[in-house]
């Protein structure tokens, strides 16, 4: 059994807070969101981590962004052999179903589902190799970036190329996705990678034609 | 190739005014986060759905929550079977590596991972059961909860039911994980469980002492 | 000696009501806080009155704000003459040593600190201008805020005013400190001015553009 | 100037929270106190520290205590200079303006002022003897305590050790203040030393018969 505990206070009163304000001022909209369901324009793909608030970053409104967040803002490749893949479900369900016309897949500096990656393939952490090892094997989808990063210099160095790896991996494992791909081709869909410097507050994008990230 | 675009100019505007008003307001805080790494209290566990603002709906502060987001909300049985497990990958970092005191998963209305799952479960939806479905895939996690469900009278009430067991088996599965069944033995973590009316902006919490789900 | 008694069989009985339900909801987050040091974002300074509970006001969590509670919510100017001054070293830990990114001043309604200094500064209070009124000396800080007010007409309006004035007064004489005005220039710290009115629960927040408080 | 900026919007959520739930359902009593003034039968003296939060660790209502908190829960000796002295004011304004019946002092663990005070006191902070460092001179009142400790064996002891003198400190500088050991001798008012482990919950008490803490 699940021995489910009532929410903290402090959670239900700050719930409270938005019901008063935010739910309050835009009740009607809430409503129609309800009976017309959601109509979002993007997909974001982020990390869970707790210092990268997305929705503030871009100042989504409800009904915007449909948000998939996982370790390291991870897709893997397309796999139909019949086991869950919460992440592709998610982005068959963005593009097939809401038909989204954007799918942005953000990184961010100091990620730790990026270092343990980075000291699992540098030999440094053996137990993430372990099959029983969930982040082990979820960020096994990034070792083809570990190949392409290290050989830089200086492990701070690897680090910060491969949380950008991350993006990259994941946007040409989301081409491998047909239906991804097609709606590409056909310009109903456009891909895009940032990188989030939690420190400074910068944000950078790739850009395909240098092949590099490039400061908004 | 990739082909990623350059973010729509939309989204490089609302940066520019996120970056100019929250970011610049807590710089320190900012750079503190980034240097000292995160401590989320709680663990957040939601859908994918663009009308569920959970960091909106418990006032959450940078670094307050670790949020996973996927379709339906779901976290599946545990199986260590080296495959790649994108949710169990994150529950595994929250409670291990971060260790959260609290996980809260929380459902909500009308969503369309839990409508597909009633639609496959009782036959009018066949393309989900196909190999290829990573949403039918995805959702079959749900499908005990479908059994539960099913004699209920009318299919609406049959949704609102799922979308509240979706919320139960997630609890449920959470337990077959060892070292979240372990520390939550031993008082150090606990489970809630929420529902969340988007029309009218309610709040539902499991309480297991009335074995049902009771309005906030 | 100081023959201190055991506590009252009260409060004992509450201790451990906290035990049996915030601290052992939170164990493992109490631990954490206690090993991993605390990381407010926030610091308040408010009145020692037992009607203001900044910490139910703002939902604060363990470990979100450092509090600061003198009588009058009162900063005194930067003196650094070798004398013990308790509010100037809680400033500096805060600011130096915690770099907190904001420094809320919240002031409130019917504050006996305040009416002292009023009934004090117009002639009514002979006993609080002695030497050895602690009170009375605590309160000469909020003299230049009397000079302010003393014109408005009748005397509630200017007890009124003058405990926005304990709020004015403060930034003011917090800008002086050198540590903090140059963190404030710096864009590194914000100061916040409030007062709360107890009666009616309101919250108001000064804004300097409209050099006014205005309610929340 | 003081520059004040508008209060943080999370803040003000959480504020509306507050409001529309805790005032909301004690409106009445917030008028009552409004109107008849506080009431408080206990005054507690405790750090500012973020994670030491008095009034939930005491099931505390709005109006039963009369709370100062500063850096390391000191008590300055009786000097009635006619410098500002803020702990001072607050124990003259809670014994002889409020009449309260108990004055509780509360130390903590891992309590950083006592830590700078320790750090001085050996030797390690020279910094913190410096005439400009408010901290430093406002942690001289407990080097009366640090002489009691210092030859414990093992910092980590000393320290330990030093957050209780914190307390003994302060109730014996609370009886050299006139009013307070008058009252405290006809029995009108009565004093506790208490130390908050965080880390595992537990409160001690200061026995006099027994000259030691003991866990209550």
Redesign the interface.
Known sequence: ????????N??????????????AEN?SW??R???E??R?K??LISC????V?V??????D??????????AN?V?PYE???????????????VN?LKVA?V?VMGH??C??VAGCHAMCSGQAPELEE?????G?????LRPGYERIKDIEGEPAQRAALEREAV?VS??N??TFPFVRDR?EAGEL?????WH?????A?E????TEKAFSP?
């Not at 929705?55 to 989504?60: D, I, K, V």
């Not at 094997?137 to 989808?141: E, F, G, L, V």
């Not at 994008?205 to 395909?208: C, D, R």
């Open positions: 059994m699940h021995r489910a505990k009532p929410l903290p402090l959670l239900v009163q700050r719930y409270h807070g938005w019901k008063a304000t935010t739910f009740k809430y409503r969101l309800a009976e369901g959601q979002p993007t997909m869970c981590d707790s210092r608030h929705t503030s970053l871009f100042g989504a409800q009904g915007e962004f449909f948000i998939h967040r996982n370790i991870l893997p139909p052999d019949g086991n869950q893949h919460g992440t592709s479900a998610a982005v068959e369900y963005a179903a954007h942005v500096s100091s730790g589902g099959k029983s090892s969930f982040v094997r979820w960020m096994d989808i990259l946007l040409e989301l081409m590409v456009s891909v895009h990678g940032l410097d939690i420190a400074n507050g944000l994008q790739y850009l395909a908004i």
